[in-house]
């Protein structure tokens, strides 16, 4: 896995990933592990990663992680936003969400990358071709972390959020470090992926990213949502040991 992930471009991962899908998700079924945003079972969860790869991270059907997980339960379970009617912009599809969003038919959903195919407008984060004031929710996930200017995209995604509205921001964040680590000198991958944990991320936030949306206009937090569950959720839905859901308001 850790070779396919260093070496085979994500594009190409997604479009291969729609062929292979089906015979994997058959191959693996079981009932040990569960993902909640499609409720098929598995006997095991495929593992995952660009440096160590842990185990149970990626399911077969969906190819949800474990932040996807997290992120759907407290999307479904903690808001209402799936059974409003909202505009979204999606910023880098995720996959595992891309036709569940699609079929909402209460959103008016687009979708929003520089490579992705999954993306319906081709589009720098921090030069957004869309006007002022548009969007209910914005989601926005491990994304940041590969922009150079990585503030001046989160000035983009609040000038181009509805007053009021929100934004959903996972990126990689070490609960235990106070400061965001960035060096634009490190350009060696290997290097990169040792010290940041991926090829082609630029930085390891620390607790003052929310700091960091709030520098723009946002008022964020981190919701502990996954403490609200239950250890046989967190086990037989492959959650993360410890994260937290990053949610910005523009006030």
């Avoid at 036709?99 to 589009?123: Q, V």
């Avoid at 921001?169 to 680590?181: G, I, K, M, S």
Wanted: a positive charge; proline letters at 5%; hydrophobic letters at 35%.
């Amino acid at each position: 896995m850790k070779w396919l992930l260093n070496f085979i471009p994500r594009p190409l991962l997604i479009s291969l990933s729609i062929w292979f899908r089906p015979f994997i998700k058959l191959y693996y079924k079981g009932t040990r592990f569960t993902d909640p945003i499609d409720g098929s079972s598995y006997r095991k969860f495929l593992p995952y990663g660009y440096q160590k790869n842990r185990d149970n991270a990626l399911c077969p059907g969906t190819l949800s992680l474990e932040r996807h997980r997290l992120l759907w339960l407290y999307l479904s379970r903690e808001t209402s936003f799936l059974k409003q009617n909202l505009k979204v912009l999606h910023v880098a599809p995720e996959q595992v969400f891309y036709t569940k969003f699609k079929s909402l038919k209460k959103w008016e959903y687009i979708t929003t990358d520089l490579h992705s195919p999954l993306a319906d407008i081709r589009a720098d984060l921090c030069n957004l071709p869309f006007e002022d004031n548009q969007y209910d929710l914005i989601l926005c996930n491990h994304v940041l972390e590969h922009i150079q200017n990585d503030i001046k995209a989160m000035r983009e995604l609040y000038r181009v959020l509805k007053k009021d509205g929100t934004l959903i921001a996972q990126v990689p964040l070490e609960e235990n470090r106070d400061t965001t680590f960035e060096d634009d000198t490190i350009i060696d991958k290997k290097e990169r992926t040792r010290i940041f944990g991926q090829y082609d991320h630029l930085r390891v936030y620390g607790k003052d990213y929310y700091f960091r949306l709030e520098s723009v206009g946002f008022k964020a937090e981190g919701i502990d949502f996954l403490n609200s569950l239950s250890n046989h959720e967190k086990e037989s839905f492959a959650l993360p040991k410890q994260e937290r859901i990053p949610v910005a308001i523009k006030k």
